[in-house]
């Protein structure tokens, strides 16, 4: 639970990991909880390793997200592979994100639909 808005209000920050067939990773969620039911209005891939491929981790950067009034989520990037090539040391950036950035083709709506809270009869 942090205040990523500067509203006095916590959001819900989840991590969560994802596997399969030469790939991991885990994907960075931030959650709205003020109107009594999760509302996801942030996701990004916060690490990945993909075969030979590609290869980050980012960071959330909670005083410059804070900064950015929930405008922009700001990650410390760190990438080791990116299209194959190696990088030593490992590349860092500091990139910011705009919250719909991190949505993808509706599905943070259709997540946002099953999550809502069950209606009493």
Do not use: H
Not at 34 to 49: H, V
Not at 88 to 113: I, T
């Amino acid at each position: 639970m942090l205040d990523l808005t500067g509203d006095g209000v916590d959001e819900l920050v989840v991590e969560s990991d994802f596997g399969g067939a030469e790939t991991w990773g885990t994907t960075l969620t931030v959650f709205d909880l003020t109107q009594a039911k999760f509302n996801e209005i942030f996701s990004t891939t916060s690490r990945i390793g993909f075969s030979t491929d590609d290869m980050y981790k980012q960071v959330l950067d909670v005083p410059r997200t804070i900064q950015q009034r929930g405008e922009r989520f700001c990650f410390t990037k760190t990438t080791m592979v990116e299209a194959t090539e190696v990088f030593r040391p490992p590349r860092v950036s500091r990139p910011c994100y705009r919250s719909e950035e991190g949505q993808y083709d509706g599905e943070a709506e259709e997540r946002n639909k099953m999550l809502a809270p069950l209606s009493k009869p």
